[in-house]
């Protein structure tokens, strides 16, 4: 799925809104500016996420010669390889 600037700016307000209404924070800071951050956020999650995929990628690529004549999955592979790389950089899935 590709996360429009749009529908990231949406998904924050809902969450935003969501937060107020529930009373769960006070903002000290304009919505404007909260959303703006936000959506920074989670920019920048969706930008480590796609790195992580590249990575994984290539090193299951590096090793798929090995994996030749096994019954290994190779998406099931790239996720546990992508899992372990996202825990060694501490990055949340």
């Known amino acids: 799925m590709r996360f429009t600037d749009d529908l990231v700016r ?8 969501r937060w107020k209404a529930k009373r769960l924070i006070r903002p000290k800071a304009s919505d404007d500016a909260l959303l703006s951050r936000m959506a920074a956020e989670i920019h920048k999650d969706i930008q480590r996420e796609a790195e992580l995929d590249r990575d994984a990628e290539a ?8 994996l ?3 019954q290994a999955n190779s998406r099931i ?7 372990r790389l996202a825990r060694e950089r501490n990055v949340v899935l």
């Open 10 to 17: 949406r998904l924050c307000a809902a969450i935003l809104a």
């Open 59 to 66: 090193l299951l690529e590096k090793h798929l010669g090995k």
């Open 68 to 70: 030749e004549g096994t």
């Open 77 to 83: 592979l790239f996720q546990k390889i992508k899992e």
